[in-house]
């Protein structure tokens, strides 16, 4: 550099900003990719049909009809397999919790050593990245039709899914206060009870109570292929057109999960 | 008899040499003060004697009590058992928030009672009992029900000084138990500690910021520069004019703006140039 600080001049030089190329051709591309994906998904997934929605009108016409006449004749053996539904929420949901809380310790990266930490992750993965529904076949076939099957679904997916939020839980804490149980010679057990459960719990329950709500939804959902509760009954009414049966059922479950989201809401507000 | 001997112990950092071949020993019911600036390695010795950081390599070697808590950079298979004997206060107190100030000075019997019950949380009457007493040892019985996070940082550091006392150790370990205190606080928590060292006759080594309250409460001071002890004597000989020598522009930070220029309660007068023991 000259020395330029004696003849300074009054103004500075225009700054030139340079154009990003390579940033807005990335995006260009993007796009294009994204034009070519559709593309080529269109025929496969038969967007042809569109047309349809209104060709057949009737259809959902006469649909919608015999939907707008609840009929809530049987509404005491809908509201019991609403609750079967619940009963298989609830113990999947329990076990799940149960079972994520020493896996979701063992796969947080400040508590375990890497080579306990990868396995249970990667197991933990398979866990979560495989449908509730696949399981519920699964189970289906190991133990028979009915509400068990659905809760050994709920229990194997939501435990990968717990294990995953309460390990990153278990990774977001203060290590102080773990160093400071450490420092009255207590075991590694005892530092986690008493050092890191106590920091984690309000986070863990809220996760909890959020996936129970969950899992009552995807259970009326196993219940389509077999797993007992209202989804079964659901199913089957659906398939012998009885629309109104049907709908009254929808009702029930409707207001049933807007009234547990609203619980579990005002529930996790109290411990966070 | 030794409480604590440290030998060679050396800890780095990425290239940053916190601890450099450090040797001190400090024998049972010393009150020893450890001062330095900001980075010196006050922080990292007491991790080190308590066993929650381990030596970089090297032949070092710290003992407790006679035992071996680590040795060459390694833990040795008794230091989870030697950590109860070792009481730590920590800067910014490290109690469990969500719980109870009685749960947290409950804690500390976890060293000394059989596994199972630890685990379980079960303590007996006679613990409970003891717990109590320890937080009206420290002047706040009051608060045993609330919640630690509820308690100003003053009270908090002395439910953390109850916790040591439950746990009944023959040392207690202070880094920088005053730093984070108003004045009134830190008095109090240096008196406390004072007690605890004549009463109980518990080794204390307290680390420090300022030098002041090392020359009122610790008979002996150990100072360190850059993580080398630099002096190594009784905290009478410890003047301002000789901490502006051992640490230059930094002894700003040591020396309360209104001290005086000389020891509080000088003993004796310290015989100009008669050299401290300079390690």
Request: positive net charge.
């Amino acid at each position: 550099m000259t020395d330029t600080s004696n003849t300074a001049s009054p103004r500075p030089a225009p700054v030139e900003i340079e154009p990003n190329w390579t940033r807005s051709r990335g995006t260009t591309i993007c796009w294009i990719a994204l034009a070519v994906l559709l593309a080529w998904s269109w025929g496969p997934a038969e967007m042809s049909n569109w047309p349809h929605l209104f060709t057949d009108s009737g259809n959902m016409a006469q649909y919608a009809k015999e939907f707008s006449h609840p009929d809530f004749s049987d509404w005491r053996y809908y509201a019991q397999e609403m609750v079967v539904t619940l009963q298989i929420a609830l113990w999947g949901t329990f076990l799940a919790a149960a079972l994520a809380v020493p896996l979701g310790v063992l796969s947080a990266r400040n508590m375990a050593p890497w080579y306990v930490v990868q396995p249970v992750r990667r197991v933990m993965d398979a866990c979560r990245s495989t449908h509730e529904l696949v399981f519920a076949v699964l189970f289906v076939v190991a133990v028979g039709l009915g509400p068990f099957a659905g809760v050994m679904a709920l229990f194997v997916h939501t435990t990968g899914i717990f294990a995953k939020l309460f390990s990153e839980a278990v990774e977001a804490i203060d290590a102080r206060p773990v160093e400071a149980i450490r420092s009255t010679g207590a075991s590694r057990i005892q530092e986690v009870l008493f050092g890191v459960v106590p920091q984690v719990m309000p986070l863990w329950i809220s996760f909890t109570l959020y996936r129970f709500e969950s899992n009552v939804r995807a259970a009326t959902v196993l219940g389509v292929i077999g797993a007992g509760g209202i989804g079964q009954v659901l199913f089957e009414s659906i398939r012998g057109f009885y629309y109104p049966q049907a709908s009254a059922m929808l009702i029930i479950m409707l207001v049933t999960v807007s009234v547990l989201d609203f619980v579990s809401q005002q529930m996790r507000k109290l411990f966070l | 008899m030794t409480a604590i001997s440290v030998r060679n112990l050396s800890k780095s950092f990425g290239k940053k040499r916190a601890l450099d071949e450090v040797s001190l020993d400090i024998k049972r019911g010393e009150m020893v003060a450890l001062i330095g600036a900001s980075g010196s390695g006050k922080s990292t010795l007491i991790r080190h004697i308590c066993g929650l950081d381990t030596a970089s390599a090297g032949h070092s070697n710290i003992e407790i009590l006679g035992k071996l808590i680590q040795e060459s950079g390694k833990l040795t298979a008794e230091a989870r058992a030697i950590r109860g004997r070792v009481g730590v206060v920590f800067q910014q107190f490290n109690l469990v928030n969500r719980l109870s100030v009685l749960s947290n000075v409950l804690f500390g019997n976890l060293g000394r009672i059989p596994a199972w019950r630890g685990t379980l949380g079960w303590f007996s009457a006679e613990e409970k009992k003891a717990a109590r007493e320890a937080l009206a040892r420290v002047g706040i019985p009051e608060v045993a029900w609330q919640r630690a996070s509820t308690l100003s940082g003053g009270q908090q550091q002395r439910a953390a000084i109850a916790r040591t006392l439950v746990q009944r150790s023959d040392i207690l370990l202070a880094d920088e138990p005053i730093a984070s205190l108003d004045p009134s606080s830190a008095r109090r928590v240096m008196e406390i500690l004072a007690a605890v060292n004549r009463d109980q006759e518990i080794t204390c080594v307290v680390s420090l910021h300022q030098v002041e309250y090392a020359r009122r409460y610790c008979p002996r001071t150990i100072a360190l520069r850059d993580g080398r002890v630099v002096f190594d004597g009784p905290s009478s000989q410890l003047t301002n004019r000789m901490l502006v020598e051992l640490y230059g522009s930094n002894s700003e930070e040591l020396i309360l703006p209104d001290a005086p220029t000389y020891p509080v309660k000088p003993k004796r007068a310290a015989p100009v140039g008669s050299a401290p023991a300079f390690a």
